[in-house]
């Protein structure tokens, strides 16, 4: 496959010193952000980030797939099982003091379930502040991020209907192979 930096920036939706930055270790894109560069380049997150094969739809705590993103101490915690047809990717997400994702908008909804620590949500140009207990449910098509503001850890139970670890549709593998 050859594609242009242009060309997979394009399809991605991002800016080609973003990828650049990502390239090189010097910005983290989110999940979805990591998930439009796969798709632009025809592939899965798998690419990217390996994944356990699921036996079953029980997931023990000491078994959980963690996932570290780059150099910060951003974590994903896999809580969910995958089986055909499954719908919802579900994470227990850690964020230390002063991340801030990137503003995204996808097909879908999300839900987040503040565990402990703060968290703003960014919806739509507005700053929303979370806190123990508190959650929000909103269509992922509207602009979102997230940051941890406060000075603690901030854990989060986050619910999306984004497939973060789809496999690639068998249309799109090359003739070759």
Excluded at 128 to 154: C, E, F, K, M, V
């Amino acid at each position: 496959m050859n594609l242009t930096l242009e060309t997979v920036c394009r399809a991605a939706d991002i800016s080609k010193g973003y990828l650049s930055q990502v390239e090189r270790g010097f910005a983290v894109p989110t999940i979805t952000t990591l998930s439009r560069i796969a798709a632009a380049l025809d592939t899965s997150l798998d690419a990217f980030i390996a994944r356990p094969d699921p036996t079953d739809c029980i997931t023990r705590a000491d078994q959980r797939q963690r996932l570290a993103l780059g150099p910060s101490e951003l974590l994903y915690e896999r809580l969910g099982a995958e089986f055909a047809g499954h719908a919802l990717s579900t994470f227990i997400m850690t964020i230390p003091p002063g991340y801030r994702s990137e503003d995204v908008n996808h097909e879908g909804e999300e839900t987040f379930y503040v565990l402990s620590g703060t968290l703003c949500l960014m919806l739509d140009g507005d700053d929303i502040a979370l806190g123990p207990g508190d959650s929000a449910h909103y269509s992922a098509r509207r602009l979102h991020g997230w940051a941890n503001t406060g000075q603690d850890i901030a854990k989060v139970l986050w619910t999306g209907t984004m497939d973060l670890f789809r496999e690639p549709s068998a249309s799109s593998e090359s003739a070759d192979d």
